[in-house]
C-alpha cells in the first residue's frame, strides 16, 4: 500500500512539471509573435495600422497689404510609425494661410486622426493583453487545479497511509494478542500436560514403591525361607562328616535346589543391597565347588570364615578354604587353615581329630611333593621314610589317643587308612624292581592299617593292592565287587577330579582281572578316565594317585594312567 502512495504523488510531480513546460513553451511563441514588425505589402493578424504622413505642416493664410499678419502658426510635425498607410505615403507640406476656423478644423482633424490612432494601438495591445493573458490564465487554472489535485492526493495518500498505518498496529496487536493468547493456551496445555505426567510419575513411584516393597518383602521372606533350609541342611554337616554335604546325594541334591533358588534372587538382592545369610552364602560356596570353580568358592568361604559368624560354621568354612588349598596343591596354606578350624573345635569332639588327621595328611603331601621334585636324592626307602617321619609318628600318636573311643570311630579309620597311605607311598609299589625286606615291611604294616580302616571300596582296594605286591596274586573276586561299587560310586561324585581318581580305580582293578576278562573292555575305562581329566578346568587341581597315594598334579597323573594303559597292552 505505501509503494502505490508512492507511485500516485511521482505521477502527480510528473504532471505539474508537463504542464509547466507547455505553459513555457507558448510565453516565448507569443513573445516571439508580437515582436515581430509587418513588412510592406503584409499585415498583422490584428487590426490594421493607421497610416500618418511622416510630416505635415499646417497650411498659411495668405497676409493682407497694409496689415500686420498674425503670427505664424507653429509647423506641426507628426512622426507615424509608418510613411504611407491609407494616403499613398506622400510627404504634404503646404504653407498657407489658415483662418483660425480652418487651423481649428485642421487641427481637430489631426487630433481625430491621432486619436484613432490610438485606439488602434491600444485595441492592438488590448488584444495582444488578451492574448497572453488567456495562456496564463489557462496555466494558473492548470496549476491551481494540479495544486488542488496535489493537495487533495496528499490528504488521501496521508489518509490513505494513516488508515493503513492503523490496519498494520491493530493487524501487529491483534496478532500480538493471538500469539499471547496462543503462548497462554499453550503454557496451560503444558501446565495441565506437566501436572498430569507429574501426577502420572507419582502415581507410577507409588506403585513401583508398592513393587518395590512387595518385591522385597517377597526376597526377603524367600531368603529366610531358603536361609531356614541351609541351616537345616548345614546341621548335619555342622556336627557330622564334613564333606557329607556333596557326598551324599540326598544331601548334595537340597543345596544344589537351594543354590537354583538362590541364583533366581541373587540379582534383585544386589540391587536392594540385601545382604545374604551366612548360610545361604555358604550354599552358594559349595555351588561353586560343584561346577569345578574353586577360586570363586574359596572367596565366597572367607566371607563366612570371617569374625562375628557363628562358631561351627566358621569351623566348616575353613575346613572346606582347607580342603580345596589341598585340591589346588597349595597344601602350607591347607595345612594353615585346618589348623585354623580346630581352634573353633572344643576339645572332645570327633571334628577336631578329623581336623587334625586332614592336617598331617596335607603335611605328607607337602612332604611328598619336595620329595617328587628332588628325586635325584630321595631314591631309597630311607630318604622317603625320614621325609614323612613327622607326619607318621603324629598320627601313630593321634591313633594311640582315640583308640577303643566308640565316638572317634570313624576318626580312627580316618587315621588308620592315611598312615596306610603314607606306608604304601614310602614302598614306592610303582617302582617295579624288587621288594627288599623294608619295603615288604612297609606293605605289611599298611595292609593291616587298611584292614583296620573298615569295609570301605578305597580301604579294601588298599588291602588288596598290598597283598597284590606282596604276594603277586590278585583276588579277582575283591577286584570284581570294587569294580562295581566302583561303578556305583561314580553316581555319588560330581567332582571331576574324583571321577578321574575313581576311573583309576577301576582301570587297575580291570589291569588285575586281565586274566578273567574278554575283549578289551579297559580301553573305554581308559577313555574315560582321559574325559574326566578333560572336565577339569582348573590347570591347577591335583588329582588323587593310586599308586602315589597322594595328589598329583595333572600332567603326573596323566603319564600316570598312561603307564597303566601300556602296561595292560603288554600284558
Known amino acids: 500500500m505505501k509503494r502505490k502512495g508512492e507511485q500516485g504523488i511521482g505521477f502527480m510531480r510528473g504532471l505539474q512539471l508537463a504542464i509547466c513546460a507547455l505553459v513555457l513553451v507558448s510565453l516565448v511563441s507569443v513573445s516571439l509573435g508580437g515582436n515581430q514588425t509587418p513588412q510592406s505589402g503584409t499585415q498583422t493578424s490584428g487590426p490594421p495600422a493607421p497610416q500618418t504622413s511622416s510630416s505635415t ?16 502658426a507653429p509647423t506641426a510635425t507628426v512622426q507615424t510609425g509608418t510613411a504611407s498607410r491609407s494616403q499613398g505615403n506622400a510627404a ?83 496478532a500480538q494478542r493471538r500469539t499471547e493468547d496462543s503462548y497462554a493456551t499453550f503454557i496451560d496445555a503444558s501446565q495441565k500436560t506437566l501436572t498430569l505426567v507429574n501426577e502420572t510419575l507419582q502415581l507410577a513411584k507409588e506403585a513401583s514403591e508398592r513393587a518395590n516393597q512387595t518385591m522385597t518383602l517377597r526376597a526377603e521372606r524367600s531368603l529366610n525361607a531358603i536361609a531356614e533350609q541351609a541351616q537345616d541342611l548345614l546341621e548335619k554337616a555342622l556336627h557330622g562328616d564334613f564333606k557329607s554335604i556333596v557326598i551324599q546325594p540326598a544331601l548334595r541334591t537340597s543345596l544344589e535346589g537351594l543354590a537354583k533358588e538362590l541364583a533366581a534372587i541373587e540379582g534383585y538382592l544386589s540391587l536392594q543391597a540385601i545382604p545374604l545369610r551366612p548360610e545361604c552364602v555358604f550354599v552358594q560356596a559349595m555351588s561353586r565347588h560343584l561346577s569345578n570353580d574353586a577360586r570363586g568358592a574359596i572367596r565366597l568361604l572367607r566371607d563366612v570364615a570371617r569374625e562375628g559368624i557363628a562358631r561351627d560354621l566358621r569351623c566348616l568354612a575353613q575346613y572346606w578354604i582347607g580342603y580345596l588349598h589341598n585340591n589346588r596343591g597349595n597344601y ?47 631314591q631309597e626307602t630311607a630318604d622317603r621314610e625320614a621325609a614323612v617321619k613327622d607326619p607318621l609318628a603324629e598320627l601313630a600318636k593321634l591313633a594311640s589317643k582315640v583308640r577303643g573311643i566308640t565316638r572317634y570311630e570313624k576318626a580312627s579309620q580316618g587315621i588308620a587308612s592315611t598312615r596306610a597311605n603314607i606306608l604304601t607311598w614310602i614302598a614306592d609299589v610303582k617302582n617295579g624292581s624288587t621288594l627288599n625286606e623294608r619295603r615288604r615291611g612297609c606293605l605289611s604294616e599298611a595292609k593291616e592299617l587298611y584292614s583296620a580302616a573298615g569295609g570301605g571300596m ?114
Not at 481649428?104 to 493573458?133: A, C, N, T
Open 332 to 378: 602350607a596354606e591347607a595345612a594353615q587353615e585346618f589348623r585354623g578350624a580346630q581352634d573353633l573345635v572344643a576339645t572332645g569332639d570327633s571334628r577336631l581329630v578329623e581336623l587334625q588327621r586332614i592336617t598331617w595328611e596335607t603335611e605328607f603331601f607337602l612332604a611328598a611333593q619336595k620329595c617328587s621334585k628332588d628325586k635325584d636324592n630321595v
Open 57 to 72: 505642416q499646417m497650411p498659411t493664410a495668405p497676409r493682407s497689404t497694409g496689415q500686420t499678419s498674425p503670427p505664424s
Open 92 to 174: 504634404v507640406s503646404s504653407v498657407s494661410p489658415l483662418t483660425m476656423d480652418q487651423r481649428i478644423e485642421f487641427m481637430e482633424r489631426q487630433l481625430k486622426i491621432v486619436s484613432d490612432q490610438m485606439e488602434r494601438q491600444v485595441k492592438i495591445l488590448s488584444d495582444q493583453v488578451s492574448w497572453i493573458l488567456l495562456p496564463l490564465t489557462i496555466l494558473i487554472g492548470i496549476l491551481a487545479l494540479g495544486g488542488a489535485l496535489g493537495v487533495v492526493f496528499s490528504f488521501r495518500e496521508q489518509s490513505r497511509t494513516s488508515q493503513i498505518h492503523e490496519l498494520t498496529v491493530a493487524g501487529e496487536q491483534a
Open 458 to 571: 578305597f580301604a579294601r582296594f588298599g588291602f588288596n593292592e598290598s597283598e597284590y605286591y606282596l604276594t603277586e596274586q590278585a583276588n579277582l573276586i575283591e577286584y570284581s565287587k570294587i569294580e562295581r561299587e566302583a561303578m556305583e560310586f561314580l553316581q555319588s561324585r560330581r567332582e571331576p577330579r574324583n571321577t578321574a581318581n575313581i576311573y583309576e580305580t577301576i582301570l587297575i582293578a580291570r589291569c588285575r582281572l586281565r586274566s578273567k576278562e574278554s575283549g578289551n573292555s579297559w580301553v573305554e575305562i581308559y577313555r574315560n578316565v582321559q574325559d574326566a581329566i578333560g572336565e577339569i578346568l582348573d590347570e591347577e587341581i591335583t588329582i588323587f594317585s593310586q599308586f602315589e597315594k597322594r595328589n598329583l598334579i595333572r600332567e603326573d597323573f596323566v603319564r600316570e594312567v598312561n603307564w597303566i594303559y601300556e602296561k595292560m597292552a603288554k600284558a
